[in-house]
């Protein structure tokens, strides 16, 4: 199909974070112009249901006139002051005292970003910071998982646990170690109970601490559900296996809770969900529902009163970004949380989570789908070329783009991991929507095992 006219100034000028820049060339991309409620609309006014949430983040849609205002009204009151050097504003103090209250574990203060990989990296930063003001400048490590996401960053991509974030950037960077990934239907042993691959991940996790020396091992951070990585859940008991062998060798727990926060798990906070308690929290993208890029970090007191500490000694601390706590994205922020909680979304959640992991078993019996998986309100869908042996497609071959692509046609916007086909549709779907969302991936499907044939 000829390329239009914004399609190819697009490739003139654009490169195109996580794209094959060499068949974009001959695909062109999807030009988006508005979107309302779980819809958005392409430049010929065809209507697409968004079943990722734009990037696993607009939790409650498109077009809140809330949202708009709230932003509206900051921007003429205050359109910007940082928090450097001891200034502060409105917004940014109540929201980090409403991201205290809701928060699952004792927190001391909040510091804000603007995206995930920042927050991932102001954490590596932040621990070690931390055992340097504590005495023990040897405790650098950190433990992350294989397929675990985390951001670009150069720190933070490291942390991913993902080879096309890490093949010909030279990364990750030394002092980051990843251990096993909790994925059963991947990694379990024939016959091996998901409780007993839980004790094996987590045998795997002290088995790395006791090879690289305690003594040198600083963190874990671990999403609650992996994301990217392909909608891992992990396996029952498995955090709590995990947190003990931290546990045991004085190791800090992280959850990056970018996409499980805010009612994705059917949880405030997606650790809730799964029994983790770490010691520290970041969190992106539904705090404002993608309406403006706020990101944060939780952080407990010992982080704190070694920003203390390290004051004493340097003079400052010397960390910060120019829109940390941006006074626009506070304000979007909090009347994003103000609506969670007026609203019930993340209650609503809950209760809609029964269809949602219905009909994703349900396509579980379908020829092309080796395991569907999911919790709450999001999930995958991992297309294999035998089901009975699990054997994948060869990567060549295409299937999760080719899937993806089908599914456009048939208006839904899915995201593939490989060849899971994820889905991840804003909080605000309708049970309705849910039906018809369904409808449009199992057609998706069946154009995909004739074209797979
Ligand atoms: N952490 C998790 C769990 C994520 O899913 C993402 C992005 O998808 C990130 C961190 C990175 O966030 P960002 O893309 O905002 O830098």
């Known amino acids: 199909m000829a390329l239009t006219n914004l399609q190819v100034r697009d490739l003139e000028t654009v490169l195109h974070p996580y794209t094959n820049q060499a068949t974009i060339r001959d695909t062109g991309t999807l030009v988006l112009e508005r979107a309302k409620g779980i819809h958005v609309y392409d430049v010929d006014g065809k209507p697409y249901i968004e079943g990722m949430a734009g990037l696993w983040c607009t939790s409650l849609g498109y077009g809140n006139e809330e949202l708009a205002d709230a932003a509206y009204a900051q921007m003429k009151k205050l359109s910007f002051t940082h928090l450097f050097g001891g200034k502060s504003h409105d917004p940014a103090i109540e929201l980090a005292e409403r991201l205290k209250e809701k928060a699952p574990v004792p927190i001391s203060k909040v510091f804000f970003v603007c995206s995930g990989s920042e927050a991932n990296d102001s954490q590596i930063k932040m621990i070690w910071y931390m055992n340097n003001a504590m005495g023990r400048p040897q405790k650098k490590k950190i433990v992350s998982r294989i397929k675990g996401y985390h951001g670009v960053t150069i720190a933070s991509a490291s942390l991913t646990g993902l080879p096309a974030n890490h093949t010909d950037f030279d990364l990750p960077i030394s002092g980051i170690l990843h251990t096993s990934c909790p994925h059963h239907y991947r990694f379990g042993l024939e016959g091996e109970s998901e409780e007993?691959?839980?004790?094996?991940?987590?045998?795997?996790?002290?088995?790395?601490?006791?090879r690289e020396g305690p003594d040198t091992v600083a963190a874990f951070i671990a999403e609650p559900v992996m994301g990217a990585g392909g909608v891992i859940v992990p396996p029952k008991g498995y955090f709590e296996k995990m947190m003990a062998v931290c546990q045991r060798y004085d190791v800090f727990m992280i959850a990056d809770e970018v996409i499980c926060a805010f009612g994705r798990l059917g949880e405030w906070f997606g650790s809730s969900a799964l029994g983790y308690k770490p010691n520290s929290i970041s969190i992106a993208k539904a705090l404002t529902s993608a309406y403006m890029p706020v990101g944060a970090i939780l952080i407990p007191e010992e982080m704190y009163q070694a920003t203390i500490v390290e004051s004493k000694k340097v003079g400052t601390f010397g960390h910060g970004f120019t829109y940390s706590g941006h006074p626009v994205g506070a304000a979007v922020a909090l009347k994003t949380l103000e609506i969670y909680d007026r609203e019930k979304i993340i209650e609503k959640a809950a209760a809609k989570s029964p269809q949602f992991q219905a009909h994703l078993k349900a396509l579980g019996d379908h020829p092309l789908v080796g395991e569907a998986r999911g919790l709450g309100m999001m999930g995958a869908l991992e297309m294999v070329a035998d089901k009975r042996t699990k054997k994948a497609?060869?990567?060549?071959?295409?299937?999760?783009?080719?899937?993806?692509?089908?599914?456009?046609?048939?208006?839904?916007?899915?995201?593939?991991?490989?060849?899971?086909?994820?889905?991840?549709?804003?909080?605000?779907?309708?049970?309705?929507?849910?039906?018809?969302?369904?409808?449009?991936?199992?057609?998706?499907?069946?154009?995909v095992l004739d074209h797979a044939k």
């Open 196 to 210: 007993d691959f839980a004790t094996r991940c987590a045998q795997d996790l002290e088995d790395l601490i006791l």
């Open 393 to 447: 497609f060869e990567p060549k071959a295409g299937i999760g783009a080719k899937a993806v692509a089908i599914a456009q046609e048939e208006g839904v916007i899915l995201r593939n991991l490989g060849d899971a086909l994820a889905l991840c549709p804003p909080l605000i779907i309708s049970p309705e929507e849910i039906d018809d969302l369904f409808d449009r991936v199992a057609r998706t499907l069946d154009r």
